[in-house]
């Protein structure tokens, strides 16, 4: 065969909010297609590689022409004619292109969708699927499916209008297989919606997710402890929080402001370290802004749960290096657009597994139908896949790992 790269084109397509992002092919001389969409947060940690966006008037300023004619030009010409099998050699072409530290120049959307078509059409080459490909580049073999990290109830500025923590999540206990986790979740959130329309009345969803009037935290958890409960499921799932830390942040301040009450760091540790004593949470993301790495560490020696990072690292191995050096956090949130490769993400993943930090593969707000995160998550062994359970561009996930663990059981 010849898996010499023939040509890239790259489009311009919609997200699952109906906003525009960038789908590129990959095709190889013996006509082998890759093709990879790329999804993109709402809220982006400062640490986060750049998406370019065209500004203007076309779609608000979000079109992503010039990404689009970047890797339809300057990436094209630098990686047609070298083997698709060669990851890291496409990617580093790529980083080398770009020379800035955060993919400002060529743009980590336009990057990061050549590096996944490239991954496709490899896999496909190879008659391989794309988590079993994936995991050969880092030499794995003991292949498990994620367990559902399922947000319920979605607050903070962008859907409750005030300062709150932004997911509110449960996992479930290790008994469950995949498909059965999957129908507990979803039997669960039915009743969640249930509970909240008849307390609220009729509210709106936002991606997804339920965004009731709550008036504090704690009347957040009751509602899933409620649900739990109804459902049967109380001793079977457990409650993880992502704070978003650093949207709670005053940096004037240098408070944090939780439903209009200041907290210091000292104190909110504490107001963590009550919550986690009086509601089942296991885990939580962001407990502090994404450069308090002394408070991530504070809060982990404090805390037997896990203390997930996500802005704090944005999937960066420099990052993560430091949060090691520092024992900041024990898990790291898992995207690959934070860092803009699949050969970078992939080193942080592998850095996390051998400093035993737990991964948390995620979703994000402006998924598209591409299910490849599905694959990823079970290549590099994330413990969860964080996501909702609404909108066809995120149950495409869910629907994909019940095919991958029809493949792994079989």
Do not use: C
């Amino acid at each position: 065969m010849n898996f010499r790269i023939k040509n890239v084109k790259a489009r311009q397509v919609l997200d699952g909010r109906g906003r525009p992002t960038i789908e590129a092919d990959l095709i190889t001389e013996d006509g082998v297609l890759g093709r990879a969409s790329v999804p993109s947060g709402t809220s982006r940690g400062k640490y986060e590689a750049v998406e370019v966006r065209d500004g203007g008037s076309m779609y608000g300023g979000l079109s992503v022409l010039k990404a689009v004619q970047t890797v339809n030009s300057i990436i094209r010409e630098k990686i047609v004619g070298i083997d698709v099998r060669k990851q890291n050699e496409i990617d580093k072409i790529m980083i080398e292109a770009d020379g800035t530290d955060n993919k400002s120049r060529l743009g980590a959307n336009s990057i990061l969708a050549v590096s996944l078509a490239s991954v496709k059409a490899a896999a496909l080459s190879l008659n391989m699927s794309e988590y079993l490909y994936i995991a050969n580049l880092i030499r794995r073999n003991n292949l498990k499916l994620p367990y559902i990290m399922l947000n319920l109830i979605w607050g903070g500025i962008n859907y409750l209008g005030r300062n709150s923590f932004e997911d509110h999540m449960i996992v479930p206990v290790e008994k469950f297989t995949f498909p059965e986790a999957l129908r507990a979740s979803v039997e669960i959130y039915y009743k969640l919606g249930e509970i909240i329309e008849y307390k609220y009345g009729k509210i709106a969803l936002a991606g997804g997710n339920y965004t009731p009037p709550i008036k504090s935290e704690e009347e957040a958890f009751q509602l899933i402890e409620k649900a739990l409960e109804e459902t049967g499921y109380k001793n079977d799932f457990k409650i993880a929080v992502d704070a978003a830390a650093d949207q709670l942040y005053d940096k004037k301040k240098e408070k944090y402001i939780i439903f209009e009450k200041e907290f210091t760091s000292e104190e909110l540790l504490q107001y963590y370290i009550k919550l986690v004593e009086k509601y089942n949470i296991i885990s939580i993301e962001d407990p502090f802004h994404e450069d308090d790495f002394i408070n991530f560490s504070e809060i982990t020696k404090k805390l037997d749960i896990m203390i997930v990072g996500d802005d704090i690292f944005s999937t960066n191995i420099r990052r993560l290096k430091e949060g090691v050096e520092q024992k900041a956090a024990n898990a790291i949130l898992f995207k690959v657009n934070q860092v803009g490769t699949i050969t970078e993400a992939l080193e942080t993943a592998e850095y996390a597994t051998k400093n035993r930090y737990t991964i948390v593969a995620s979703m994000r707000t402006g998924e598209t139908e591409d299910t490849v995160q599905a694959d990823i998550a079970v290549a590099i062994g994330a413990k969860y896949l964080k996501g909702s359970v609404s909108g066809g561009e995120r149950t495409a996930k869910y629907n994909r790992l019940l095919r991958i663990y029809e493949e792994l059981t079989s």
